[in-house]
């Protein structure tokens, strides 16, 4: 998973029922052998939707349905079953049978032997008071006639014993609706849409867009790639992005070489407007799948920072067939949805993922090396930000609770940090002729999506395919609690510290983590919010040191303190969505005088003391950088 700082009974539907293909002479038809599932998206009450699932004959005298509390892709518990209610078991005369919630995930049924199906309303995680718990996409949200996003995670869930049943999805939805998913289909109408899955894995594993059509489908040599974009105001249309998602994924391909292998891949792009995006916290991203992705943004983002992150966060995912789903453990391969047991390797599940999502830009010339840097830089500050002594093997076996969890973000700061440092060492081993990536492509030819590892003996097999140092280096820095020091490991490639123009996130920015403005008290003891630095843009506009910042884009901002927060982020947020074309205002007060100063966004800047090229370095170190950067 990818995600962008910034954290959704009286009309009952119809009974949908598929019969088996062979029947006794003089009886019903006998129950097929998967499990059926039914989702109704057109009788919804009160903005929910009814499940029903059907089992295979059931030969226990007691049975326990799920809802996962987690799953994979994230790293926290999820407790889906807070968003299901009213769940029912009946017979096949249409009795009732007993039926007991354990907790919130799992629910007793008592004489299972007589069990013909059990009933449930959900409710989507795009409102309500728990909702924005979760992350939007991994979410569901239900907008009546107008689009659904399903992650089955959240509305589909298993029998004991039977996780490896195959189902039967049955899905009825509204005419002018269609369904965008990789999950296969056994037939498609107007109005109902039959999927397969192979295991209750599967069904989680290929989340389902229903949508107006917004599509673009297109072949990558032997890989067929297709995009599904909802946008609340049609602003957004998928033949837009087609050539930006070509461009990466070619690249992409490159350069896995061998490690690749996925035949098709598709993105579900689900635009949210600003009161969304504000109930979650202004959290962003994407959850990886197989063989495809879901990715949430804010519908106001201008079209050239829309693609920028599509870039970023979606080749995030892309790289996730790598790993963890095509190399991982046997904690990943037999997922235990409500008692986890985590693997201790999310710095190559989610660092190699975050550090690949950066450097094949660099390798495949999509960004030059400065860009290359600088993104480094901002990882290396934000990993600061967390206990940088902890274990992270350690961390990871323990990631769904605390202390771990609080330090969870840093997988996609000192993972990829972690990575690159196994990169340029690996490189200065063997002469510049293999890194990282040369091991994973061995890892994925030795396993497979099918072949988990053992948890306990992967880094032994990494260090026997590769160095002892490299074996040091996981003792120390990844099962050890011993920070890195990276410029060591810069200096290796002949990079130093130095002075550069470092490009910010959004004009609010005096460098990658501070806005230029930070709150004092005045005289009187109110809060203000004072200019203490510049970019290049508000220099250009005429800002100075010293002035009041009082309002964006014609928006004042109203009075600073916690209470306010929301009224305070609804003036900033949008300027985060804003091109480099962008014409706006900042309005502040110097002295007596109130001043509306001008200008165009631009790309942002400014000096900062930042990763640079050595001067000085030795030819070797050269030699070295551009077989880590190009090669």
């Known amino acids: 998973m990818k995600k962008l700082s910034s954290k959704f009974a009286l009309c009952i539907a119809a009974t949908f029922l598929i019969s088996g293909c062979a029947a006794l002479k003089n009886t019903t038809p006998a129950r097929p052998d998967y499990i059926q599932a039914s989702v109704d998206l057109v009788a919804m009450n009160d903005d929910r939707v009814q499940v029903q699932i059907t089992p295979p004959k059931i030969n226990a005298e007691e049975i326990t349905f799920y809802i996962p509390q987690i799953v994979p892709g994230t790293y926290e518990y999820s407790n889906f079953g807070r968003f299901v209610e009213n769940v029912k078991a009946y017979d096949s005369n249409d009795n009732e049978l007993s039926i007991e919630a354990l907790d919130q995930n799992s629910w007793k049924i008592s004489n299972a032997k007589k069990l013909d199906r059990i009933t449930y309303w959900t409710s989507d995680t795009f409102d309500g008071p728990e909702g924005s718990e979760i992350y939007p996409m991994g979410g569901t949200n239900y907008k009546e006639g107008e689009t659904f996003l399903l992650n089955l995670h959240s509305m589909i869930g298993y029998f004991e014993g039977m996780k490896e049943a195959s189902y039967r999805l049955r899905v009825r939805s509204p005419k002018n609706l269609e369904a965008f998913t990789s999950l296969p289909a056994l037939s498609k109408s107007d109005t109902l849409d039959i999927f397969s899955a192979k295991r209750y ?12 059509p917004n599509t673009v489908r297109f072949d990558l040599d032997d890989i067929k790639v297709g995009m599904a974009i909802y946008s609340p105001t049609g602003v957004h249309k998928a033949t837009d992005y087609e050539a930006a998602i070509k461009e990466m994924m070619v690249a992409q391909k490159k350069f896995l070489g061998k490690a690749n292998n996925t035949p098709s891949y598709d993105i579900l792009l689900y635009l949210m407007g600003m009161d969304e995006l504000q109930y979650f916290g202004g959290m962003m991203g994407a959850l990886e799948h197989h063989t495809s992705t879901t990715a949430v943004f804010v519908e106001q983002m201008q079209p050239q920072e829309l693609t920028q992150s599509l870039v970023d966060v979606v080749s995030h995912e892309f790289f996730h067939t790598l790993t963890p789903l095509n190399i991982h453990s046997e904690e990943i391969h037999n997922f235990e949805y409500n008692t986890p047991l985590m693997s ?64 969870y973000a840093n997988v996609y700061q000192k993972g990829a940090l972690i990575n690159m440092c196994l990169d340029i060492l690996i490189r200065e081993q063997s002469g510049g002729d293999n890194g990282i990536l040369w091991v994973m492509q061995n890892l994925a030819q030795r396993y497979g999506t099918e072949k988990p590892f053992q948890d306990d003996a992967l880094i032994d097999e990494i260090v026997a395919m590769t160095y002892p140092e490299v074996g040091e280096f996981f003792k120390t820095h990844v099962e050890g609690n011993t920070p890195i020091d990276y410029m060591d490991y810069f200096s290796k490639v002949g990079l130093t510290m130095g002075e550069t123009e470092v490009p910010l996130p959004s004009i609010l920015f005096k460098d990658n983590q501070s806005p230029f403005f930070a709150p004092q008290p005045n005289a009187s003891g109110v809060v203000q919010y004072v200019v203490t630095d510049l970019n290049t843009t508000i220099e250009a506009m005429g800002v100075q040191v010293g002035d009041l910042f009082l309002g964006l884009d014609g928006k004042m901002l109203p009075e600073i303190k916690q209470e306010n927060a929301e009224g305070i982020n609804a003036v900033f947020t949008p300027s985060f969505m804003w091109d480099d074309q962008k014409e706006f205002s900042i309005t502040v ?15 942002p800047s400014a000096k900062a003391n930042g990763v640079v090229e050595d001067p000085t370095a030795t030819e070797l170190a050269v030699a070295l950088r551009q077989a880590w950067l190009k090669k």
């Open 201 to 212: 894995f599967h069904i989680i594993d290929n989340p389902i867009l229903y949508s107006e």
């Open 344 to 407: 201790k390797h999310l710095w190559m599940y989610e660092g190699t993922t975050e550090y690949f999502a950066n450097l094949f830009q660099i390798n495949q010339g999509l960004i030059d090396e400065q860009n290359f840097y600088n993104r480094i830089l901002e990882k290396l500050n934000y990993s600061q930000r967390y206990d940088d002594t902890m274990s992270f093997t350690e961390m990871s076996a323990g990631i769904v609770d605390e202390p771990y969890q609080t330090n």
């Open 589 to 603: 007060q110097r002295g007596e005088e109130q001043l509306t100063l001008r200008g165009v966004t631009g790309t």
